[in-house]
Antibody, heavy 121, light 110 residues
C-alpha cells in the first residue's frame, strides 16, 4: 500500500526557516517524481515544486523560487522541502504527492495527509 | 501566469447531474491533458480523472471528464450527498514548467 506521511510543520516566525519531510513507503520511491502542494486556510490548491526520481530535474512555482529547496533521499525514501524567508503568505497545509505518468500526461496519484505550517509572530 | 478558471460553486439535488467547467487563460488548453481532483472536507485531494477522460479503477463511472479546444469539463451524474466536496482541474503548463490547479469548485447537494 502506498503511503506518504509528512512531518516537520509547526509555528515559525516571519523570516524564519522550516524543513518539511515526507516519508514514502509501498512503492519504489526512486522511480517516481515527487511534489509539494500547499493549501492556505480556506483556499485552493497550489503546486509549489517537483523533483525527478534521479534529482536531476527540479521545478518551482514562482511564489517560492529562491526561498524553498526541494530534495530527496532515495536511500531513505524521503522527500524534503527546505523553506527559508517565510512570510505570512506561506501559512498553509503542505502536502506531499506522487506523480504518475501515462503515455499522454502526468498527474498526482497519491497524496499524504499534510503537515501544517503557520507563519506568525 | 497561467490560470485555470472554474465556477466557485455548483449545486443540484440528489440523483441529478452537475457540470463543472475549467477554462484557461494565458495558455492553450487544447494542447494540454487535464486531470480532475476531488477534495472531501478535511481530507487530502484524490484524483478522479486523468488524461482528460480516464478514471482510476476505483472511481465510479458517475464521474466523467471531457475536453474541447477551449475548456475541460467534469460531469457528476447521479449526485450523492457523499459527493459534496471541492473539485479542482489541473494540468502541466509545458512552457512555464509548472503544474497549475484550477480555482476550485464547491459542489453542494441540495
Amino acid at each position: 500500500e502506498v503511503q506518504l506521511v509528512e512531518s516537520g510543520g509547526g509555528l515559525v516566525q516571519p523570516g524564519g526557516s522550516l524543513r518539511l519531510s515526507c516519508a514514502a513507503s509501498g512503492f519504489t520511491f526512486s522511480a517516481y517524481e515527487m511534489n509539494w502542494v500547499r493549501q492556505a486556510p480556506g483556499k485552493g490548491l497550489e503546486w509549489i515544486s517537483q523533483i525527478s526520481g534521479d534529482t536531476n530535474t527540479i521545478y518551482y512555482a514562482d511564489s517560492v523560487k529562491g526561498r524553498f529547496t526541494i530534495s530527496r533521499d532515495n536511500a531513505k525514501s524521503s522527500l524534503n522541502l527546505q523553506m527559508n524567508s517565510l512570510g505570512a503568505e506561506d501559512t498553509a497545509l503542505y502536502y506531499c504527492a506522487r506523480t504518475r505518468c501515462t503515455s499522454s500526461s502526468c498527474y498526482r496519484d497519491y497524496w499524504g495527509q499534510g503537515t501544517l505550517v503557520t507563519v506568525s509572530s | 501566469q497561467s490560470v485555470l478558471t472554474q465556477p466557485p460553486s455548483v449545486s443540484a439535488a440528489p440523483g441529478e447531474k452537475v457540470t463543472i467547467s475549467c477554462s484557461a487563460s494565458n495558455f492553450n488548453i487544447g494542447n494540454n491533458y487535464m486531470s480532475w481532483y476531488q477534495q472531501l472536507p478535511g481530507t487530502a485531494p484524490k484524483v478522479l480523472i486523468y488524461d482528460n477522460d480516464k478514471r482510476p479503477s476505483e472511481i465510479p463511472d458517475r464521474f466523467s471528464g471531457s475536453k474541447s479546444a477551449t475548456s475541460a469539463t467534469l460531469d457528476i451524474t447521479g449526485l450523492q450527498t457523499g459527493d459534496e466536496a471541492d473539485y479542482y482541474c489541473a494540468t502541466w503548463d509545458r512552457s512555464l514548467r509548472v503544474y497549475v490547479f484550477g480555482t476550485g469548485t464547491k459542489v453542494t447537494v441540495l
